[in-house]
């Protein structure tokens, strides 16, 4: 693809929605910063996120149902009905794969053949993947067939999809901003402000961030759907929103600004590693070697070693990753084991984008600027420090109430699940207990996920971005790898000790990494100190 260069220059003259006065002078100094304007396509591409997002939260949230419960089940929806272990298994094998293959995406989309085609690639495998699983879930219910081998091979296709336009979706909406800072301009009022790139770049992710989140409710409308009229039509909303999706994509085309691929530094970064000596990130034009004035950046092993030593940030994070990943799989079941009221079991991990819509803003808009305004620091990795202990009460919690549920009735430590001579049914537990769980994980992801991101961003050259990105990436893979194995304990009577061992598991990682990061913030303030 090659840049519209079109497009860019209308979109800058679209910014600056008044006069511009002078470029970089001394009176920005005194000047007020505020973001400039965001053009449509920004807009565009974040309706394509949210979309897409809502199609993906949405086709997740009845899997746990259509793999672990049996057809015609008078208390909870099911199709395979494989059990909870099998359940939980493919749940993590599925989050397993879209953590994964993010890497092949950008990879693919940096090197050969950019962003816009492989979204395109990507929106073409959501397609077909949720194809299969609506025919698939059709004849699973009509004809009892069908069903597993649809569901396994959407799991496949559906990972590959996500992985051509996760990565891509949020870099090519920062594509579409072209507009550089540095401009003085005149509002409406007769105020002189400066523009700020980082401000107009840190807002339209804010935007795509909350986008993200309204698309995870979907999953409420695709649990009641799947409660009252069944898979097939459950799995017909997220395939209509993918539609829509990429028609909204493949509609704005042509206005869109298009980077051709220039190279990813992956592969550069493992020849630094092999060779030893410094690698260009684009390759050169034959015959024209590079010049010193030449702004090709390059890739020396120093920053290698430099960037990897700075990623033990990311240690704690496959711990991190298996408690919420519980949200999908064993807390599903957990609910299935208590009393709904109506209210589909599947329901109650929308809680988690519920939560994270409400306390974000107030965290950044109270708490972040009252710890500011009392010089008390608050540091990404003190961010991150709180951020593990809340996954550690959030788990904890959840074995607390497990043990509740299996001393009540009316089935005990084997719910849904009685003697022949006893009624069976969902224990006499409120599923509401569940709310504070939801809650403690939308703070362990507000606090530690942000954090670990802008340190990603903030501590590395900006060639190495990628490599730290994949990085962050593969830690959550590790996550799902640990769930896989967890799953084989997953089933009633032992989810107690699931849940306890999990938040143990979890709390001595909080603590191990709160004694080395505070050290290292206080030996990195004593370094800059004595400078």
């Known amino acids: 693809m090659s840049v519209n260069h079109e497009t860019g220059a209308k979109q800058e003259k679209e910014a600056l929605p008044t006069q511009e006065v002078a470029v970089m002078d001394e009176e920005e100094e005194k000047l007020r910063t505020v973001r400039g304007a965001v053009p449509l396509n920004v807009w565009l591409i974040n309706v394509v996120i949210f979309l897409e997002r809502a199609s993906f939260y949405g086709v997740s949230a009845p899997f746990q149902n259509y793999v672990q419960n049996p057809p015609n089940n008078p208390t909870r929806p099911g199709a395979l009905g494989l059990g909870q272990t099998v359940a939980v298994a493919c749940s993590y094998a599925f989050l397993f794969t879209n953590y994964l293959t993010p890497i092949m995406g950008a990879v693919l989309a940096d090197c050969w053949l950019g962003r816009f085609q492989v979204i395109q690639i990507g929106f073409g495998l959501d397609l077909v993947a949720l194809s299969i699983l609506f025919g698939t879930a059709y004849s699973q219910e009509v004809h009892g067939t069908g069903g597993l081998a649809g569901f396994i091979l959407t799991m496949v296709l559906l990972g590959l999809?996500?992985?051509?336009?996760?990565?891509?979706?949020?870099?090519?909406?920062?594509?579409?901003?072209?507009?550089?800072?540095?401009?003085?301009?005149?509002?409406?009022?007769?105020?002189?402000?400066?523009?700020?790139?980082?401000?107009?770049?840190?807002?339209?992710?804010?935007?795509?961030?909350?986008?993200?989140?309204?698309?995870?409710?979907?999953?409420?409308?695709?649990?009641?759907?799947?409660?009252?009229?069944?898979?097939?039509?459950?799995?017909?909303?997220?395939?209509?929103?993918?539609?829509?999706?990429?028609?909204v994509l493949m509609g704005g085309r042509k206005r869109y600004v298009h980077n051709p691929p220039s190279g990813n530094v992956l592969p550069k970064a493992l020849k630094a590693l092999i060779y030893r000596k410094p690698i260009q990130t684009s390759p050169e034009v034959a015959g024209q070697p590079a010049t010193s004035s030449s702004t090709t950046p390059t890739i020396s092993p120093a920053e290698l070693k430099a960037v990897f030593k700075s990623c033990w940030v990311f240690i704690p994070f496959p711990a991190l990753v298996l408690c919420i990943d519980l949200m999908g799989n064993n807390l599903v079941a957990q609910a299935g084991q208590m009393q709904t009221h109506g209210l589909p079991n599947d329901i109650m991990w929308?809680?988690?984008?519920?939560?994270?819509?409400?306390?974000?803003?107030?965290?950044?808009?109270?708490?972040?600027?009252?710890?500011?305004?009392?010089?008390?620091?608050?540091?990404?990795?003190?961010?991150?420090?709180?951020?593990?202990?809340?996954?550690?009460?959030?788990?904890?919690?959840?074995?607390?109430?497990?043990?509740?549920?299996?001393?009540?009735?009316?089935?005990?430590?084997?719910?849904?699940?009685?003697?022949?001579?006893?009624?069976?049914?969902?224990?006499?537990?409120?599923?509401?207990?569940?709310?504070?769980?939801?809650?403690?994980?939308?703070?362990?992801?507000?606090?530690?996920?942000?954090?670990?991101?802008?340190?990603?961003?903030?501590?590395?050259?900006?060639?190495?971005?990628?490599?730290?990105?994949?990085?962050?990436?593969?830690?959550?893979?590790?996550?799902?790898?640990?769930?896989?194995g967890l799953s084989f304990a997953s089933r009633d009577p032992f989810m107690v000790a699931v849940y306890a061992s999990v938040s143990g598991f979890m709390g001595v990682v909080a603590c191990v990494f709160a004694v080395y990061a505070l050290r290292f913030v206080k030996g990195r303030d004593v370094v800059e100190e004595r400078s």
């Not at 105020?191 to 840190?202: A, G, H, L, P, Q």
């Open 161 to 247: 999809g996500v992985g051509c336009t996760r990565p891509n979706l949020v870099t090519f909406v920062t594509d579409q901003y072209t507009v550089e800072e540095g401009r003085i301009i005149t509002l409406k009022s007769g105020e002189k402000v400066m523009t700020s790139r980082e401000m107009t770049i840190e807002y339209i992710y804010n935007v795509n961030y909350w986008m993200t989140n309204v698309g995870g409710l979907a999953g409420i409308i695709t649990t009641f759907v799947e409660k009252t009229a069944g898979f097939r039509f459950a799995f017909l909303v997220p395939l209509c929103s993918v539609s829509v999706s990429a028609a």
């Open 350 to 484: 929308n809680l988690n984008p519920i939560s994270v819509m409400i306390l974000l803003p107030c965290i950044q808009g109270g708490l972040v600027p009252f710890l500011s305004k009392r010089r008390i620091r608050f540091t990404p990795y003190h961010r991150i420090i709180i951020g593990l202990f809340c996954a550690a009460i959030a788990i904890g919690y959840t074995a607390g109430l497990q043990h509740i549920i299996y001393r009540s009735g009316p089935c005990f430590d084997h719910p849904l699940t009685c003697l022949p001579n006893l009624p069976a049914g969902p224990n006499h537990v409120n599923v509401g207990l569940q709310t504070p769980v939801y809650i403690f994980l939308a703070l362990a992801e507000i606090f530690a996920i942000v954090a670990a991101t802008e340190l990603a961003y903030t501590q590395t050259p900006k060639s190495m971005k990628s490599i730290v990105q994949a990085i962050f990436i593969l830690s959550g893979s590790l996550g799902s790898l640990m769930g896989i």
